[in-house]
Nanobody, 120 residues
Framework: QVQLVESGGGLVQPGGTLRLSCAAS????????MAWYRQGPGKQRELVAR???????NYADPVKGRFTISRDNAKNTVHLQMNSLKPEDTAVYYC??????????????WGRGTQVTVSS
């Protein structure tokens, strides 16, 4: 019913930048919140940044001041601008959206993830 497709991952040197994007499509009535999570090697998935509709943006402490989450509501898209990347940012990054469907059911949808590798 809903698909989330991430793009923009890749290999970057320490101190570099990447911009991730995630586009939601399907039987969407509204998107209540969009977020980025990540899962590093041998680690649990963790919240990176969350942007609810009309609410306060939340960032994980390790990325504050370096990452910026933004939304394009008209295109059902969320972006994650990542600056000053560090090797510890290496992870698979996942998009998540809290969605109200046309049927008025509410679902939490996940993308398949995009790999970000920070290495010299």
């Amino acid at each position: 019913q809903v698909q989330l497709v991430e793009s923009g991952g890749g290999l970057v040197q320490p101190g570099g930048t990447l911009r991730l994007s995630c586009a939601a499509s399907g039987s969407i009535f509204s998107i209540n919140a969009m977020a980025w999570y990540r899962q590093g090697p041998g680690k649990q998935r963790e919240l990176v940044a969350r942007l609810p509709s009309g609410g306060t943006t939340n960032y994980a402490d390790p990325v504050k001041g370096r990452f910026t989450i933004s939304r394009d509501n008209a295109k059902n898209t969320v972006h994650l601008q990542m600056n000053s990347l560090k090797p510890e940012d290496t992870a698979v990054y996942y998009c998540n959206a809290q969605i109200t469907l046309i049927s008025r059911s509410q679902v939490s949808s996940w993308g398949r993830g995009t790999q970000v590798t920070v290495s010299s």
